[in-house]
Each structure stands twice: as C-alpha cells, then as structure tokens.
C-alpha cells in the first residue's frame, strides 16, 4: 500500500542549512509536496515536484527526488528561527488523493 | 490561491455529543475535502464534499459518524457524531482551485478534544 515516512524532529542552528527527508513506497504518485504547519495554524504549501523532475528550487528551498530510491528531500538555505515548524512529505496521486506523511517538526535554535 | 477559514477554531465537548464544524472558502471551488489529523500523526482524508450530492468517503469514516454537508461551492460543514475521546483531533477542510490538481490548500483546522 502505500505510505510515506519520515523522522519525527530535526534539530539546527540558525543560518546552518537544514535537510528534511521522506521516503514513500507508491512510486506511481504524480506529485510530490512539501508542506508547512506552524503552530495553530493550517498546512501552507510550500513547494511540489513533479515525479519526473529530480530537482526544484525556489530561492531558499532546494527539493530533490530520487525515484530509483523513492527519497525526497527538502533542504532550507540560511534556516532562521521563522522556519520552526512542522514539515510534512506528501505524494499526490490522480483523482486528487494525496497521502501524507507523519511530519518532521523542525527546531531552530538561535 | 484561494483563502480559507474553519469556526470553531477550537472545542471542548463532551462523550456522546456532536460538533459541526464549517469551512468557507473565500471563492468558487469544485474540490473540497475533510482531513483528520491525529495528535502526532499524519493527515488522514475523511471525504470529499461533493457539491449537490452525498460525500463521499475513505475506507474507515462513515455517513452517520461524519455527515457532511455542501449547499455551494464555497461552504461544507462536517459534523462529528456521538462523539468519544478518540475523535479528539485536528479537523481541517482543504480545497483545490480550480483545475490545478497539484496545488491544494489547508484551512487553519478545528481543534477538538472530547472528554
């Protein structure tokens, strides 16, 4: 079936880089997100792939995807302490089913 | 994009009642769907809000647990039914504009904790 995992909490310091990762077992998935929570608030996107693209990026934020290894990764340049938040791995499907990951809850020190 | 606000925010209700919850979206969208998102875990899709015809819903999540309502293109309501503690949960309504599969967005959720 599928399932999308990734680790519970990262922990860096202000200005380092960060590296949040996802692994997914549906390669099949046409899309894949990255997403944002903040604390009380909604899931805010963030950035997306498509499947057949290795990378993407959008000023601060670099993703990769590795299909061979079905790995996604999110990388935040320049991590400041705004970036605290949960980030969650999602892969999107057609017929708009989208299936998320657990969340990395990201914790930037100053 | 399209802006979206969840009433209530939050809740504390008691075993054995019922919370309606209402998502509007600030325009038009054919797309509307519910989310459950369980303390510490991932989102999970309850249904999706048909406009004009029954919901229809995820292995798991049934009709007269989760009835949802969508008069309009812009408004659904989810109700949580005879509720226990292990409904406690972060509600959340997402829409997608348009034809734009790839671009889905979150309402701030409704949070619910029942005693």
């Known amino acids: 079936g599928e399932d999308v995992e990734q680790s519970l909490f990262l922990s860096v310091r202000e200005g380092d880089s960060s590296v949040i990762n996802c692994t997914y077992t549906?390669?099949?998935?046409?899309?894949l997100y990255w997403y944002k929570q903040e604390p009380g608030a909604g899931l805010q996107l963030l950035t997306y792939i498509f499947s057949n693209m290795d990378m993407k990026q959008d000023q601060r934020l670099t993703v990769l995807l590795n299909k061979k290894d079905k790995h996604l990764s999110l990388r935040i340049a320049d991590t400041q302490t705004g970036d605290s938040a949960i980030y969650f791995c999602?892969?999107?499907?057609?017929?708009?089913?989208?299936?998320f990951g657990a969340g990395t809850r990201l914790f930037v020190k100053a | 994009s399209a802006v979206i606000s969840q009433k209530p925010s939050r809740d504390i209700c008691q075993r054995g009642t019922s919370l309606t919850i209402q998502c509007q979206v600030d325009s038009q969208v054919t797309m509307m769907f519910w989310y459950r998102q369980q303390p510490g875990q991932s989102l999970t899709l309850i249904a999706t809000a048909n406009q004009g015809s029954e919901a229809t819903y995820e292995s798991g999540f049934v009709i007269d647990k989760f009835p949802i309502s969508r008069p309009n293109l812009t408004f659904s309501t989810l109700t949580v039914s005879n509720m226990s503690p292990e409904d406690s949960s972060i509600y959340l309504c997402s829409v997608v504009p348009g034809q734009k599969v790839e671009t889905q967005y979150f309402g701030p959720g409704t949070r619910l904790l029942v005693l």
């Open positions: 999602a892969e999107g499907f057609g017929g708009f089913k989208t299936i």
């Open positions: 549906d390669s099949s998935s046409t899309y």
